[in-house]
């Protein structure tokens, strides 16, 4: 009976996660449909206007060839008609001329006549008719005008859409993700002297296999791409998967979007409790503040944040932002984590993380104000009470910074306090390996070693920190640096154990 039920309940897991699947299809489908309407309207315009531009380029080409033939009509219709006008004033000067010469031949005074002669044939050698060519001055010809269009006309029958790149292939094998980095490496199917660049876009999400359409981040773009490879970095592990895409680009137009693939992202994500932290905190999401007054206006919100959903805050945030909070199985779900703790109390300045650690290597770091007076970071297992402080009790382990007169830094384990004679950096990192029994801090910045404790946790570890006076950033999502992982394979004798604080006075 137990065996059938399980193989059953296997079976409605399976149909459970392929209806899921199915409805992300259909899902994804219905998108696609509406990008293929929408953009074949966008193309459809896009025709238009480019049609329209060349049309208006004849337009205005005809009204100028046409003006230009206008300009020239009228300018050899000018000059025939101004050799008109001389022809018919030379004519009418010779018929005046003639009609002179017709009379002189019936003069009988031979004196007379001579004179008559004479003036004649001087008039006929100064004559217009004698100086004027009889050849039009421009040919009725307007052949030099004309046009052929029949190369731009084959060049517009030959007219086709744009060539478009094909879609890249991501080297899925090629890709690495370390140090909250993520480098992609791809290929073109075949060889494209035109592609001019890639564009690559990537977006987080907590659901494996293809992306989503609902309930999804905006995707990320990065543009402009000339080489075949692109490291992300500076990156925020907040959600266990990352989806990433490339498109190849010409100088015209941008192709279709390679297969996505989706990268596992690993990393601790966790925020500040403010339902058991001390009053004297302010406490929101990942930041932590000494408030002097003691909470009360602080106390009023939680009271209605508390009556409004149950949710914790972290919880709305991640809500607000599309993206539902990572599920680790090597982290404890919040609410347990949390438990129905007290609010810290008297001079423990607490606040803790809400997600604890029962398995795995994990990393984050912290950073303090410059005005912050004293603090520790650390670890604690969940049954540190409401008046105990860091490093006061056998279950919690810290480094402390004291900023009063001159800075100190130390480490603290079950009372027990061991003075660092390290300069304090800016940024603390907190490394934490719960199946190889080591906490160890770094500097943030150079990953210098502070100090190291070795033991074996038996309970699931929360972080911790203690304020007083300035404020305190606490940064997730971090994965393990890989200089760490190599420095803690190196590590020797630099090391102290839990055992050897227990001997300091």
């Excluded at 049609?51 to 004849?58: K, M, R, V």
């Excluded at 650690?357 to 104000?369: K, L, M, P």
Aim: net charge neutral; proline share 4%.
């Amino acid at each position: 009976m137990d065996e059938q039920k399980e193989t059953l309940q296997r079976i409605v897991s399976t149909l459970a996660n392929k209806n899921d699947e199915i409805h992300n299809f259909i899902d994804m489908l219905n998108h696609t449909i509406k990008n293929v309407q929408v953009n074949s309207s966008n193309v459809i315009s896009e025709l238009d206007e480019e049609f329209d531009g060349l049309y208006s380029i004849l337009d205005e080409m005809k009204g100028s060839m046409a003006n230009t033939i206008q300009q020239e009509e009228a300018r050899k219709i000018q000059a025939l008609q101004d050799q008109l006008s001389q022809c018919s004033d030379a004519l009418e000067s010779s018929e005046e001329l003639l009609e002179l010469a017709a009379q002189s031949l019936d003069i009988k005074d031979p004196v007379k006549f001579l004179q008559a002669a004479r003036q004649i044939k001087d008039r006929v050698t100064m004559a217009s008719a004698f100086r004027i060519s009889l050849k039009p001055k421009v040919s009725d010809s307007m052949t030099h005008l004309m046009v052929d269009f029949a190369l731009e006309r084959r060049m517009l029958e030959a007219v086709k859409f744009l060539p478009v790149p094909k879609p890249p292939e991501i080297d899925l094998a090629a890709c690495v993700v370390a140090d909250n980095c993520i480098t992609v490496s791809w290929k073109m199917p075949e060889e494209d002297s035109r592609i001019d660049h890639f564009v690559l876009e990537y977006r987080k999400t907590n659901f494996d296999g293809l992306p989503r359409v609902k309930d999804e981040q905006r995707w990320e773009l990065i543009d402009y791409i000339k080489a075949t490879e692109y490291t992300l970095s500076g990156l925020k592990f907040d959600t266990k998967y990352i989806n990433i895409r490339v498109q190849a680009c010409n100088k015209a137009v941008a192709g279709e979007y390679s297969d996505p693939v989706t990268l596992e992202t690993k990393a601790f994500v966790f925020s500040l409790d403010s339902t058991s932290s001390h009053l004297n905190l302010k406490v929101e999401d990942t930041y932590v503040e000494w408030d002097p007054t003691g909470g009360k206006g602080q106390e009023k919100i939680k009271g209605k944040e508390n009556k409004s959903s149950g949710q914790n805050p972290v919880l709305k945030s991640n809500k607000r932002s599309g993206a539902p909070s990572p599920k680790r199985t090597s982290i404890i779900a919040r609410s347990s984590a949390r438990g129905n703790r007290d609010h810290f109390t008297g001079e423990s300045y607490t606040v803790l993380g809400d997600t604890a650690i029962e398995s795995g290597q994990h990393y984050w770091e912290v950073r303090a104000q410059k005005d912050c007076k004293s603090y520790s970071v650390g670890v604690t297992y969940r049954n540190m009470g409401k008046f105990d402080q860091l490093g006061k009790t056998n279950s919690s382990w810290c480094i402390h910074i004291n900023n009063w007169l001159q800075t100190t830094l130390s480490a603290k384990h079950n009372n027990k306090t061991k003075t660092l004679d390290i300069p304090v950096p800016d940024r603390i990192g907190v490394y934490c390996d719960f199946d190889g029994g080591q906490l160890a801090f770094y500097n943030g910045n150079s990953k210098q070693l502070l100090h190291t404790f070795r033991t074996k946790f038996t309970q699931p570890l929360l972080p911790g920190f203690m304020i007083w006076c300035g404020g305190l950033t606490v940064s997730t999502g971090l994965q393990v640096p890989s200089v760490l992982k190599m420095l803690q394979k190196s590590e020797n004798g630099l090391s102290v154990s839990t055992s050897s604080l227990n001997n300091i006075a």
